[in-house]
Antibody, heavy 127, light 107 residues
Framework: EVQLVQSGAEVKKPGESLKISCKGS????????IGWVRQMPGKGLEWMGI????????RYSPSFQGQVTISADKSISTAYLQWSSLKASDTAMYYC????????????????????WGQGTLVTVSS | EIVLTQSPGTLSLSPGERATLSCRAS???????LAWYQQKPGQAPRLLIY???SRATGIPDRFSGSGSGTDFTLTISRLEPEDFAVYYC????????FGQGTRLEIK
């Protein structure tokens, strides 16, 4: 059974750093792209970026480039989402997702859809 | 960036009725790279439809997707009590963006 299990809820102060995790199991972790999706309180879904754990190739949505860092440790089948300096506006639920249908051709990449989702990690940033 | 606009914002129906949800794109979506997700309160979204019309594994056949270009539709043929939720469309033909969601509520 495919599972993505995320780390627990976090409460942080503005300016603090944070790294949340997503552990994959039940499939070949290095063979599928893993992404992150943000959902701010009471709002919709926003795709943040993607990593291929096999070689750590990482891409970001323009809206999140420079704001977060996505990484992975394939030895423990875990992907990460990291902030160096949190803001109150980072308060949200964050989901990791497994991508399907990803391919690149002629310099363009299609990032596919999301067939499995983690349970979500709630990040609260408040002074 | 492709902007997806879902309508209506809220749809009030009764169990057994047919639901039709719309997703309109600001420009044509390549190769019908359009997916639909269902999200219930306190839960992660669940994939329903990908490639505009292919049902994901384990999704009942009362859910169907159609459309191409800029206009896409999710249809639930006969609503079950567990179908009342928020539904999102997502395009993955140019980066990846979501619609703002349609809330399907019990009338």
């Amino acid at each position: 059974e495919v599972q993505l299990v995320q780390s627990g809820a976090e409460v942080k102060k503005p300016g603090e750093s944070l790294k949340i995790s997503c552990k994959g199991s039940g499939y070949s972790f290095t063979s599928y792209w893993i992404g992150w999706v943000r959902q701010m309180p009471g709002k919709g879904l926003e795709w943040m970026g993607i990593i291929y754990p096999g070689d750590s190739d990482t891409r970001y949505s323009p809206s999140f480039q420079g704001q977060v860092t996505i990484s992975a440790d394939k030895s423990i089948s875990t992907a990460y989402l990291q902030w160096s300096s949190l803001k109150a506006s980072d308060t949200a639920m964050y989901y990791c997702v497994r991508h399907r249908g990803v391919y690149c051709s002629g310099g363009s990449c299609y990032w596919g859809y999301f067939d499995y989702w983690g349970q979500g990690t709630l990040v609260t940033v408040s002074s | 960036e492709i902007v997806l606009t879902q309508s209506p914002g809220t749809l009030s129906l009764s169990p057994g009725e047919r639901a039709t949800l719309s997703c309109r794109a600001s420009q044509s979506v390549s190769s019908s790279y359009l997916a639909w997700y269902q999200q219930k309160p306190g839960q992660a979204p669940r994939l329903l439809i990908y490639g505009a019309s292919s049902r994901a594994t384990g999704i009942p056949d009362r859910f169907s997707g159609s459309g191409s270009g800029t206009d896409f539709t999710l249809t639930i043929s006969r609503l079950e009590p567990e179908d009342f939720a928020v539904y999102y469309c997502q395009q993955y033909g140019s980066s990846s963006t979501f619609g703002q969601g349609t809330r399907l509520e019990i009338k």
